[in-house]
């Protein structure tokens, strides 16, 4: 096999306070409307005002296959629907498998869980990374004024299970408090 035959390697520039991703091959945006069922507060949904963007992600051009590594940035806006901070959607990989966490820029947790309920909850600054090991639903959210910025690496056959998050929820919540943030 020659070196033709392989897959070129890949730079990207990432914006460590922004979260851009240059160049990117896919950009998600979640808004309000996309992700009702997973606030509480159905009234607050209701009094949201233009369906405000939730969060954005940025993706490398990397195949999802086994074998390859694909990254995203995310950047999670500052908010709250009711007392409850903005957040993503949260799943399960299709494929139990690892991924790598690593805060960016902003205050931010993620909260993970078992299938069988148990939870764990991890502040992610700057600089501090998390490993989320296979069989654990992650959810990232905001708990600051500013942008919650984070990278994330997963498996590219991983794939991503948003419909028993959407049925089942998880079990805490991270809810505004004088404190900052409480999980609830
Ligand atoms: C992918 C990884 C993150 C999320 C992103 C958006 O495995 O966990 O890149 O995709 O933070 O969250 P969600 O729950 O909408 O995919
Ligand atoms: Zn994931």
Redesign the pocket.
């Known amino acids: 096999m020659t070196s033709t035959d392989l897959q070129l390697p890949l730079a990207t520039s990432l914006h460590m306070v922004n979260g851009d991703m240059d160049p990117h091959a896919l950009v998600?945006e979640?808004r309000l409307s996309h992700m009702t069922e997973a606030y509480a507060d159905s009234a607050a949904v209701a009094a949201a005002a233009d369906d405000p963007v939730i969060?954005r992600?940025f993706e490398a051009d990397v195949p999802h296959e086994a074998s390859q590594l694909v990254y995203?940035t995310?950047i999670i806006e500052p908010g709250r629907v009711g007392a409850e901070f903005y957040m993503?959607?949260?799943?399960h990989?299709v494929v139990d498998s690892a991924?790598f966490y690593l805060g960016m820029s902003g205050t931010g947790v993620i909260v993970m869980q078992t299938r069988t309920g148990e939870v764990r909850v991890e502040e992610m600054p700057p600089g501090r990374a998390v490993h989320v090991p296979p069989g654990w639903a992650?959810?990232?959210v905001n708990v600051g004024a500013e942008p919650f910025v984070f990278l994330?690496v997963?498996f590219g056959n991983?794939g991503?299970d948003?419909a028993s998050i959407e049925r089942d929820g998880f079990a805490v919540r991270v809810l505004a408090s004088p404190e900052g943030y409480r999980v609830v």
């Open positions: 998600v979640r969060y992600a995203r995310t993503t959607k949260g799943h990989h991924e992650h959810r990232s994330a997963f991983a991503h948003y």
